[in-house]
Nanobody, 112 residues
Framework: QVQLVESGGGLVQTGGSLRLSCATS????????MGWYRQAPEKQRELVAT???????SYADSVTGRFTIFRNNAWDTIYLQMNSLQPENTDDYYC??????WGPGIQVTVSS
């Protein structure tokens, strides 16, 4: 079973930064797309950012210019660099790989 483990979340003040990490056990040969999603209570899980194996990235409009998704060369870890954080970014964040694997989620809280 493929395992995804998120880390790097926590509490940060408005305007601060966090870097989320997602370590995967999935083979590099099976990965074609990975991404980060967010989910608030009683809300649908929403896309934050994705990165393809070729390096193409996409972002939700609300985070464009502030968040950056990137990977290491081995494709065993992806990151979400979150800058200029606002209270509206408070949520649980989930890592996804190849559409069918999810991490357990990690909390991000931005205090005002």
């Amino acid at each position: 079973q493929v395992q995804l483990v998120e880390s790097g979340g926590g509490l940060v003040q408005t305007g601060g930064s966090l870097r989320l990490s997602c370590a995967t056990s999935q083979s590099i040969f099976d990965i074609y797309l990975m991404g980060w999603y967010r989910q608030a209570p009683e809300k649908q899980r929403e896309l934050v950012a994705t990165i393809s194996k070729g390096g193409t990235t996409s972002y939700a409009d609300s985070v464009t210019g502030r968040f950056t998704i990137f990977r290491n060369n081995a494709w065993d870890t992806i990151y979400l660099q979150m800058n200029s954080l606002q209270p509206e970014n408070t949520d649980d964040y989930y890592c996804n790989s190849t559409c069918n694997y999810w991490g357990p989620g990690i909390q991000v809280t931005v205090s005002s």
